[in-house]
Nanobody
């Protein structure tokens, strides 16, 4: 069973930057769609960014477009979420999720992902 582990969270001031990492146990990460999700206190989990299998195009939530970039290093089995110009609304627990799919565009719907990390806290505050 695939395992994914997030790292890189923490406290950052408004306007700052942070890069989250998601390391997977899969031998070939190109066979998986990868999504980043977040959940703020009292709110539902929402999709932030995703990348389809075999490096198909990425997709971003409107709230983060232009500020967030998802990328992958297959050799390191790691997917990154680079976040710039962070706002207080970006605060939450961030989750990495994966879905085995040989070919396919990604999705920002949490229900389409089978494997989830434990989540990592990101706090944007001065």
């Amino acid at each position: 069973q695939l395992q994914v582990v997030e790292s890189g969270g923490g406290l950052v001031p408004p306007g700052g930057s942070l890069t989250l990492s998601c390391t997977a146990s899969a031998i070939n990460l190109n066979n998986y769609r990868i999504g980043w999700f977040r959940q703020a206190p009292g709110k539902e989990r929402e999709g932030v960014a995703c990348q389809g299998s075999r490096d198909t195009s990425a997709n971003y939530a409107d709230s983060v477009k232009g500020r967030v970039t998802i990328s992958k290093d297959s050799a390191k089995r790691t997917v990154y979420l680079q976040m710039n110009n962070l706002k207080s609304d970006d605060t939450g627990v961030y989750y990495c999720a994966a879905d085995f799919r040989l070919f396919g565009l990604c999705s920002l719907s949490a229900s389409e992902y089978d494997y989830w990390g434990q989540g990592i806290q990101v706090t944007v505050s001065s």
